[in-house]
Nanobody, 121 residues
Framework: QVQLVESGGGLVQPGGSLILSCATSGRIFSINAMDWYRQAPGQQRELVAGTTWTGTTMYADSVKGRCTISRDNAKNTIYLQCLNLKPEDTAVYYC???????????????WGQGTQVTVSS
């Protein structure tokens, strides 16, 4: 199996910053892409930022200029650094990966358990 474990969430004051990390382990041949999603209470899960393993990145308009996604290919780990956090950034943040477990198999989607980020004074 493949496991994704997020860390780095917590309570942050408005204007503050945080770094989330997501480590992937298990039977992995290659990782096509990894993303960060978030889900606020009563809202749908939304894509925050994503990166392919070749370096292409994308960001939701709501975090563009405030958040940076990065990756450590050797560790199969991604990070999300966000600055100038706002109360509307409050949500459970989920890590998502598109993984090839074997050279000839199909790519599958995997999710982490989520980490709570609360932006409040």
């Amino acid at each position: 199996q493949v496991q994704l474990v997020e860390s780095g969430g917590g309570l942050v004051q408005p204007g503050g910053s945080l770094i989330l990390s997501c480590a992937t382990s298990g039977r992995i041949f290659s990782i096509n892409a990894m993303d960060w999603y978030r889900q606020a209470p009563g809202q749908q899960r939304e894509l925050v930022a994503g990166t392919t393993w070749t370096g292409t990145t994308m960001y939701a308009d709501s975090v563009k200029g405030r958040c940076t996604i990065s990756r450590d290919n050797a560790k199969n780990t991604i990070y999300l650094q966000c600055l100038n956090l706002k109360p509307e950034d409050t949500a459970v943040y989920y890590c998502h990966a598109v993984v090839l477990r074997t050279r000839w198999g199909a790519a599958n989607d995997y999710w982490g358990q989520g980490t709570q980020v609360t932006v409040s004074s």
